[in-house]
């Protein structure tokens, strides 16, 4: 039958009514890395139940099987609103001092990476490879492993990877982060996300192997760096025809002759939100001669609201946006549109490419796609500009955006106006280097990277053929 990639996320973007929908880079990406192999994706199907089915439900679609558990009620407060999205989310995100850690989300936690690998352990065959993503399912492959699986089994964080004292900041760091030995290879966005967890592992004793591994408590565990990236020739498509939907030409048409800058990003307090419309407050307070000339329209759909910083990040934000709006704006214009909902990718190409200026200001980012979906989607021969966090993982790869620190509302509101008024030449010249970079690392390569680092060297070319 041939090796099947076997993908396991939380979230799945399954081709179904039902199915939840994927705002997210993470589903994003794993459905571009799927297409055109055999394979398998299981994750959850975003449904709460009672009492879930034992068995999960199937969906056969072209080459790729999706295979999706329900969790209860109380799976989804511990595991995924608790453990996951209170704890390891904000340490990840460097922010340590933020976490709501309990006993009960940390046993929910554990139960259902558990029960992921008992659903999944019958599903696996032996020359099966495995890919498990995200902060979600860091035990998976130590679950899977007691289940006697000897496959290549492989983990990819998308979110950041903070230094090892904030690591350590996590009641039970040992049990959670110290299981990803128990992958063959963990890949990160970036080489300091890396160094962080290599230096978090050489902390806990784990010694570096002369192939580039870490050995620690008999296990030998790959580090490695693949930044997920999008499917850029397919965006600038998009882009290019997005003119014709008829949300774009209205979004146009309500702007007259107002230069547009545009933020697109869930509501989460990791994205620097309320620091962006301070420095657009200040932009304004600076340059008069720019006030009523510019609109700046921020999407942000909605996340995880059962979470308590996701309700006062909102708060928070809708206040911001009122005062600057009561103070600059007049009845003909406003100067900031807060949006909460999302838009189709078709839609979301066609704002980024009318769009003058792209403000991608989070306080901390594994990668962020929004930045290269940005500059993949403007015209070549008259691209807008992207304002990047130097906290984005981005800014690793993307050095030809105006990179600014988002805390320093002084700058981010000097490369607006820097941004606003770029002669096109160097808009040219900063946009050309950074549109072929993604050519050459779209989300195809990052998958082959990734995988071929995955198979060891004799298996790689059987494995990448046959998937
Ligand atoms: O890595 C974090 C991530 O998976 C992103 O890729 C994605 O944007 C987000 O989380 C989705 O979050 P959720 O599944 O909680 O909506």
Not at 98 to 120: C, H, I, P, T, W
Not at 303 to 318: L, M, Q
Not at 335 to 351: E, M
Not at 402 to 427: F, G, Q, Y
């Amino acid at each position: 039958m041939g090796a099947r990639l076997i993908i396991v996320s939380n979230r799945v973007a399954a081709p179904d009514p039902k199915g939840t929908p994927s705002a997210g880079g993470m589903a994003v990406a794993v459905k571009a890395a799927l297409k055109n192999r055999r394979g398998l994706w299981f994750g959850w199907s975003g449904q709460v139940s009672e009492e879930p089915d034992p068995l999960p439900r199937v969906i056969d679609a072209k080459r790729v099987t999706y295979v999706l558990v329900d969790l209860s009620k109380n799976d989804v407060q511990e595991y995924y609103n608790g453990l996951a999205n209170s704890v390891l989310w904000p340490i990840l995100h460097y922010r340590g001092d933020m976490q709501e850690y309990s006993r009960a989300d940390a046993s929910g936690y554990l139960r259902v990476n558990r029960m992921f690998a008992d659903k999944l352990s019958p599903l696996v065959a032996e020359e099966d490879v495995i890919w498990v993503h995200d902060y979600h399912l860091m035990l998976l492959g130590h679950e899977l492993r007691a289940r006697g699986h000897r496959n290549r089994i492989g983990f990819f964080l998308h979110t950041p990877c903070a230094p090892p004292d904030i690591l350590q900041t996590l009641p039970l760091h040992e049990q959670i982060f110290g299981s990803l030995v128990h992958y063959d290879l963990v890949g990160f966005q970036t080489a300091n996300d890396r160094d962080n967890f290599a230096r978090y592992l050489v902390a806990r004793g784990a010694s570096p192997t002369r192939g580039g591994a870490y050995e620690f408590e008999g296990r030998q565990v790959k580090l490695g760096v693949f930044g997920v990236s999008i499917e850029t020739k397919t965006y600038m498509r998009l882009a290019r025809n997005a003119g014709r939907s008829a949300m774009v030409a209205l979004v146009k048409e309500s702007l007259s002759d107002n230069r547009l800058v545009l933020g697109v990003d869930r509501l989460d307090y990791t994205k620097g939100i309320p620091d962006r419309i301070k420095a657009f407050e200040r932009f304004l307070e600076d340059c008069p001669e720019w006030r009523g000339k510019v609109t700046f329209l921020q999407i942000t759909p909605k996340s995880r609201s059962d979470v308590k910083e996701y309700g006062e990040i909102e708060s928070e934000v809708t206040g911001l946006i009122g005062r600057v709006n009561g103070r600059f704006g007049d009845a003909a214009w406003t100067p900031i549109r807060y949006v909460n909902r999302s838009y189709s990718r078709t839609v979301l190409a066609g704002f980024y490419r009318a769009a003058d200026v792209a403000l991608v200001t989070p306080l901390r980012d594994g990668m962020n796609l929004v930045a290269k979906e940005y500059l993949a989607a403007q015209d070549p021969e008259n691209p807008g500009v992207l304002v990047l966090s130097e906290f984005a993982g981005a800014a690793r790869e993307l050095e030809q955006a105006l990179i600014v620190n988002p805390h320093e509302t002084d700058a981010v509101a000097s490369a607006i106006k820097h941004a606003l008024e770029m002669p096109l030449d160097e808009r040219r010249d900063r946009h050309a280097p950074m549109l072929s970079h993604l050519q050459v690392n779209d989300i195809t390569k990052w998958a082959e990277d990734y995988l071929s680092a995955l198979a060891d060297g004799r298996q790689t070319r059987r494995l990448l053929d046959s998937l």
